[in-house]
Structure formats: C-alpha cells, structure tokens
C-alpha cells in the first residue's frame, strides 16, 4: 500500500503542471490578442490619417476634418492626427482652432521637425512673419543632424521670404540647399523664381537649367518662364534662334503632359490646347532694358504671368473660325460657361476646379481679375495650375 502516496504526490503534481502550463497558455493569448488589438488599432489611426491628407489635397476640408477626428479619438497621443487636424481647420480659415491643435501636435513631439515647420508655414501663409521666422529658426535647430528635413525648412522659409517679397533673403534661403549635394526641384523652383522676380533672367535661367533631374511639368512651366525674359536681352541673330528654337521644344514637351487629358475635347479645342503655351510668359523688352528696378515686374502690376501670349493655333482652325465663328461670340460664350462653374465656399470664397486647358491666363481674362492677384490668392509659386484643384477667385 505504499506506492498509494506516492501515486497521489505524482497525480498532484502532473495537475500543478497542467494548470502552470495552462496558466502560460491564457498569458501568451491574452499578449496576442492585445498586442493584435494594438497593431489594428495602429493601422486604423494610420488609414485615418493617410485619409485625411489626401482629402486636403483635394481640398476636402470637413471631410479631412471628419477623418482627423477619427484618428485623434482611435489615438489620441498620435501626433500625425493633430497635425492633420490642424491643416483642414486652416483650409476651413478656422485659424485659432488650427493653432490649437499644432500646438497640441508639437505638446506630443516636440522635437519633430515636421510638426514645427508646419507650425512654421501656418503663421506665413496668415502673414504672421515674425512667428514663422522664429519658428523656421526652431525647425533648422532639430533638423541640424538630418539633411533632407533641413533642405525642407530652407526651401520653406525661401518660400515664405519670396511671398513677402523679400527676395534676396529667398534667395539666401535656397542657396543654403543648392550649394548641397543633389538638392531637391523645388529649390531650383524657388530661386529661379525669385530671380524671375527681380527681372534677372539670365541667373534664373542658369538655375533652371542646372537641374538635371526628372521632368516635370513646373520645371517645364519655369524653363519656359526664365528663357522667355532672354528674348530681350542683346543676343546675335544665331543666338536668338536657337532660344526660340528651345522654347519651342519645352512647349511641345508641356503640351505632352496635358495631351492625354485633351483628347476628350472637340478637335477645335484639342487643337488649342496641345500647342498653346501653359505658361504665360509674354516679355516687354522695354520694361526689361532697365535692370535698375529690380521689383518692376510687381510694382506695374505686369508679372510674367498675367503679361501673356495669346494662343497660338493652326492655320486651319484660324480659317475655321474666320468663317464660321465670330470672335466676340465665342468669347460671350466662353465666359458665361466659366461663370457656370464658379462655386462658393461655406466661408463665401467663389472657387473654380481646375479643368483640362485652364491656365492662368484664360482664368484671368475669364474672370477679369488681374493673374498678380491670383497668383497672391492661391498662393502660386509658378503659373502652373495643376488639375482638379480648387482655384480662389477672392
């Protein structure tokens, strides 16, 4: 009867074991599945914010707003939610509720470049350009030790300096990122720009043409910009053919862009926008004999983009339109279908949505508002507008 006891201690102890094990058991499934709630929690705050920037690039701002919330209630500690946030109250023009939560993004992180640089551009873009300086300063300091952060605040403050005019310390700002190895377009863009500005064509057509990498249409828009001012400069019969001959290759090349969008249209109207020129450069060499006045192009109201060409066509659609369709006509007509597309805002501002064959020229004359205006209004760098966008008429 010995071996009872024995049995007994053995039975009791295979029990211990079974339960210890199955103790370890319900532990490793409790950790997975909050560790699974966590990550799908993780992934929804993400989708949300993902949501939401894409929405403000299609300038959705209560949708964006809707999105954000959802991301700030998933996570609340997410800093990416708040930023996002911020954006669409500032889209809405809801400027102290943006403020609110860009500070509330940089409470989470506040050594996150990201969250202070757009922190940064919310107080140029409301004309705020002492707080924008001090935080652009804030920006460069953390992003010291990462270049590419630190080529974003540069080229930003450039940004923010050619929107005030302030065009030589724009121009100081972009240098800082173009004396770098391999520096982003919008460097180039930005100082090219700015030289534009003062009338210095050939410095902004050396810069644009020291980019070397892919081909866009800003790049296209900016080349033929900056080589268009070359028109009146001294140049021999040789030479000025040759600049015509390139401004002809960047049209037909920016024509390419917006071909496939063109063939949609009548074969009048593909007709018109596959060679005209989307960029509105026209250059009066009288104003530009005098380098002396370095702010001319803003002073007279005359910027390279509300100073355009008129479209050019074939021969054909010329004889075509002689024949069959007055001029005023067509331009009653053509004005009347833009004001069917204007738009207001639930803050009042009209808008128009970018359409196949806008630039800013025909927007211009279409809405009788001078293209320096709406250029300041939206807030252009270039004459480019890109497609699908919500262009401001006030």
């Known amino acids: 009867m010995n071996h009872i006891p024995k049995q007994k201690d053995s039975l009791e102890s295979l029990l211990n074991m079974i339960s210890h094990k199955n103790l370890l058991l319900l532990s490793f499934i409790g950790i997975s599945i909050l560790a699974c709630s966590t990550t799908t929690q993780s992934i929804n705050t993400n989708n949300y914010i993902n949501n939401a920037n894409l929405l403000l690039k299609q300038s959705q701002a209560n949708a964006a707003l809707e999105s954000a919330n959802m991301a700030i209630k998933q996570d609340p500690h997410n800093g990416y939610g708040w930023l996002v946030q911020a954006k669409s109250y500032q889209q809405l023009q809801d400027y102290k509720a943006a403020e609110t939560s860009y500070l509330r993004a940089i409470d989470i992180d506040d050594d996150n470049v990201e969250f202070r640089l757009a922190y940064a551009n919310f107080f140029c873009a409301t004309q705020k350009y002492p707080q924008a300086d001090l935080n652009y300063q804030q920006a460069a300091k953390l992003a010291a030790n990462n270049e590419s952060e630190l080529n974003s605040v540069y080229i930003s403050h450039g940004d923010c300096y050619t929107s005030q005019n302030n065009l030589e310390s724009a121009i100081d700002s972009y240098s800082q990122v173009l004396s770098k190895p391999n520096p982003p377009l919008a460097a180039y863009l930005g100082i090219t720009y700015a030289y534009i500005l003062q009338n210095n064509y050939p410095r902004a057509s050396y810069f644009i043409s020291s980019y ?114 007055p001029i005023k006509t067509k331009s009653i007509q053509a004005h009347s279908s833009f004001k069917s597309r204007i738009k207001a805002s639930p803050h009042g501002k009209h808008y128009i949505v970018i359409e196949a064959g806008d630039t800013l020229y025909n927007i211009a004359e279409k809405s009788h508002l001078s293209s320096t205006k709406l250029i300041k209004l939206n807030h252009l760098k270039t004459d480019y507008v890109p497609l699908g966008t919500k262009f401001f008429l006030d």
């Not at 268009?228 to 049209?251: E, P």
């Not at 009048?268 to 450069?281: F, G, H, L, N």
């Open 212 to 325: 070397d990498g892919a081909v866009t249409p800003e790049l296209l828009q900016m080349k033929i910009t900056a080589l268009s001012g070359l028109k009146g400069a001294n140049l021999s019969a040789k030479n000025k053919k040759i600049l015509a001959n390139r401004i002809k290759q960047l049209k037909q090349q920016l024509a390419a862009f917006d071909q496939p969008s063109a063939t949609s249209q009548s074969t009048e109207d593909s007709q018109i926008i596959a060679i005209k020129p989307t960029v509105s450069t026209k250059i009066n060499n009288d104003k530009i004999k005098s380098s002396s006045s370095t702010n001319k192009i803003v002073s007279t109201n005359t910027t390279l983009a509300n100073a355009a060409p008129k479209a050019v066509t074939t021969k054909s659609y010329k004889a075509q339109s002689k024949a069959n369709t």
